[in-house]
């Protein structure tokens, strides 16, 4: 099964700032049909979660474009490029190239410092 | 707008079973596969399973393959997850998610289902 690994585990950051959170694979996620099925989710406190980016770096409907996927192989980056209130909560990567079983990051907590 | 509303979730013994429900409404439900994904308390995201859009295929995660079984009514718009031989670790937040364009595009409220005698 492929292992996805993410850092840091939580994350406090000052409003108005930069964030980034790593994903890293056990094994490179690019499919054969040559795209890589790596999807990021955000999870607010009390809700379901909510998909924000998907294949890497294309962002979901609705999502404000602060947040940015990027990436390649192994090694994968979300990026929120200036912190407001609503993104406080916990951050996935997940990956649908290898599966059964898809699998999902053990998850960043991003909280306001 | 997609809709998916999960419900049967309760408290159960160990040992005993459970049906969850998951009615789609908002988009060509029979067109599309869909997940169960769980969520035990205060920990990450597990997916269960995974159903075609013809229910033709299942796919399961090895913690609940042989005990649980998805399926699918796509006159009904729904989802099902039929868990049998619960154990407290399956104490979770169950949720439906579909598998439009991508996987896991769209998620529902969950339902929660708690194994304790």
């Given amino acids: 099964d492929v292992v996805l690994n993410q850092s840091p585990l939580s994350l406090p950051v000052t409003l108005g700032q930069p964030a980034s959170i790593s994903c890293r694979s056990s094994q490179s996620l690019v499919y054969s049909d040559g795209n890589t099925y790596l999807n990021w989710f955000q999870q607010r406190p009390g809700q379901s979660p909510r998909r924000l980016i998907y294949k890497v770096s294309n962002r979901d409907s609705g999502v404000p474009d602060r947040f940015t996927g990027s990436g390649s192989g192994t090694v994968f980056t979300l990026k929120i490029s200036r912190v407001e209130a609503e993104d406080v909560g916990v951050y996935y990567c997940m990956q649908a190239t290898h599966w059964p079983p898809f699998t999902f990051g053990p998850g960043t907590k991003v909280d306001i410092k | ?117």
């Fill in chain 2, 1 to 117: 707008q997609v809709q998916l509303v999960e419900s049967g979730g309760g408290v159960v013994q160990p040992g005993g079973s459970l049906r969850l429900s998951c009615a789609a409404s908002g988009f060509t439900f029979r067109n599309y596969g869909m997940h169960w994904v769980r969520q035990a308390p205060g920990e990450g995201l597990e997916w269960v399973t995974f159903i075609r859009s013809d229910g033709s295929n299942t796919y399961y995660a090895d913690s609940v393959k042989g005990r649980f079984t998805i399926s699918r009514d796509n006159s009904k718009n729904t989802l099902y997850l039929q868990m049998n031989s619960l154990r407290a670790e399956d104490t979770a937040v169950y949720y439906c998610a579909s598998d439009m364009m991508t996987p896991f595009d769209y998620w529902g409220q969950g339902a929660l289902v708690t194994v304790s005698s």
